[in-house]
């Protein structure tokens, strides 16, 4: 963004056509940055990798890791929110509930039912079998917020419940459903709960470290199946069904982003439950101090 500012575009802008000649710049940027997290990930994993002699201060790296992805997420939405907008303007192409990237009648139901079937077809094609989706709760519940991050959000969630499920039922003929409920309220209230063993107590703050992972290879494991979350489809912006242990503590990340909470509770030997909270991006609160505050927990120091 930096170099985009300061070496390739004139300010301010004034008309039409630099406001074209802008986007355009803009989207070649987003669309060359896509793999940034990609790349990290594998880097972080091998620094965990490091022996105690090497007094890697994984607190201060877990907080920069925030930080950095924060910051991203923060430039990203700006920029997607833009393009949104101009393809509405110059294009035509604006819909009818959206304003720019933000959708006011985004569905948990219909977005849990989506990310779902994506998983389940990778499951498939790892595992042979999947287990079943079942939604409870208000399943016609809708409120404002940004569908591409919660996309990122549950689909990090399902892949984490589809391979403990997997594994923690090999032996038996069925799987258990995961089950997600639907709580409208003061702010939405989405819950994923599966039967897929839990964690043990003394992992529990573990799992919110970047680069920390409990997956352990298996015959099961295809190195290089790469699936993009939303389309299927084999891309360059590609994740990992079992990846370097970035899914759940950048899916909190995320959530944070937008005022909202993201926390786990975990019986172990049984399953565990991720409770996602999510306030309407238009609510007071957010828009005078919740993405702020979000973003001033995560600094480092």
């Given at each position: 963004?930096?170099?985009?500012?300061?070496?390739?575009?004139?300010?301010?802008?004034?008309?039409?056509?630099?406001?074209?000649?802008?986007?355009?710049?803009?989207?070649?940027?987003?669309?060359?940055?896509?793999?940034?997290?990609?790349?990290?990930?594998?880097?972080?994993?091998?620094?965990?990798?490091?022996?105690?002699?090497?007094?890697?201060?994984?607190?201060?790296?877990?907080?920069?890791?925030?930080?950095?992805?924060?910051?991203?997420?923060?430039?990203?939405?700006?920029?997607?929110?833009?393009?949104?907008?101009?393809?509405?303007?110059?294009?035509?192409?604006?819909?009818?509930?959206?304003l720019g990237c933000f959708h006011q009648?985004?569905?948990?139901?219909?977005?849990?039912?989506?990310?779902?079937?994506?998983?389940?077809?990778?499951?498939?094609?790892?595992?042979?079998?999947?287990?079943?989706?079942?939604?409870?709760?208000?399943?016609?519940?809708?409120?404002?917020?940004?569908?591409?991050?919660?996309?990122?959000?549950?689909?990090?969630?399902?892949?984490?419940?589809?391979?403990?499920?997997?594994?923690?039922?090999?032996?038996?003929?069925?799987?258990?459903?995961?089950?997600?409920?639907?709580?409208?309220?003061?702010?939405?209230?989405?819950?994923?709960?599966?039967?897929?063993?839990?964690?043990?107590?003394?992992?529990?703050?573990?799992?919110?470290?970047?680069?920390?992972?409990?997956?352990?290879?298996?015959?099961?494991?295809?190195?290089?199946?790469?699936?993009?979350?939303?389309?299927?489809?084999?891309?360059?912006?590609?994740?990992?069904?079992?990846?370097?242990?970035?899914?759940?503590?950048?899916?909190?990340?995320?959530?944070?982003?937008?005022?909202?909470?993201?926390?786990?509770?975990?019986?172990?030997?049984?399953?565990?439950?991720?409770?996602?909270?999510?306030?309407?991006?238009?609510?007071?609160?957010?828009?005078?101090?919740?993405?702020?505050?979000?973003?001033?927990?995560?600094?480092?120091?």
């Open positions: 963004f930096h170099r985009l500012i300061s070496e390739e575009m004139s300010f301010p802008i004034e008309t039409i056509e630099d406001e074209i000649r802008w986007t355009t710049k803009l989207s070649k940027m987003l669309k060359s940055n896509q793999n940034a997290i990609s790349r990290l990930s594998p880097g972080i994993a091998e620094v965990r990798m490091l022996p105690d002699s090497a007094n890697i201060d994984f607190e201060y790296l877990d907080r920069f890791i925030s930080r950095f992805i924060a910051q991203r997420l923060a430039r990203r939405t700006m920029a997607s929110f833009h393009q949104a907008l101009h393809l509405a303007y110059h294009h035509k192409e604006s819909r009818e509930g959206w009648k985004c569905s948990p139901a219909r977005m849990a039912q989506q990310c779902f079937s994506v998983v389940s077809d990778i499951a498939l094609q790892l595992y042979g079998r999947s287990p079943r989706l079942k939604i409870t709760g208000d399943k016609e519940a809708t409120f404002t917020y940004y569908p591409i991050l919660l996309e990122n959000v549950l689909y990090e969630l399902f892949k984490n419940s589809m391979r403990a499920v997997h594994e923690h039922h090999l032996q038996d003929e069925t799987l258990p459903d995961i089950i997600v409920k639907i709580c409208p309220g003061e702010e939405m209230t989405v819950i994923v709960s599966d039967r897929g063993g839990g964690i043990p107590a003394g992992l529990l703050d573990d799992v919110w470290g970047y680069g920390y992972s409990t997956h352990t290879p298996s015959e099961f494991d295809v190195d290089h199946y790469r699936v993009n979350f939303r389309s299927g489809e084999e891309t360059d912006e590609t994740l990992r069904f079992a990846g370097y242990g970035f899914g759940l503590p950048m899916a909190r990340n995320f959530i944070q982003y937008l005022g909202g909470h993201l926390h786990l509770k975990s019986l172990p030997g049984h399953g565990t439950d991720v409770y996602i909270h999510m306030p309407s991006v238009y609510d007071s609160t957010i828009a005078t101090k919740g993405v702020y505050t979000a973003r001033r927990r995560q600094d480092p120091g």
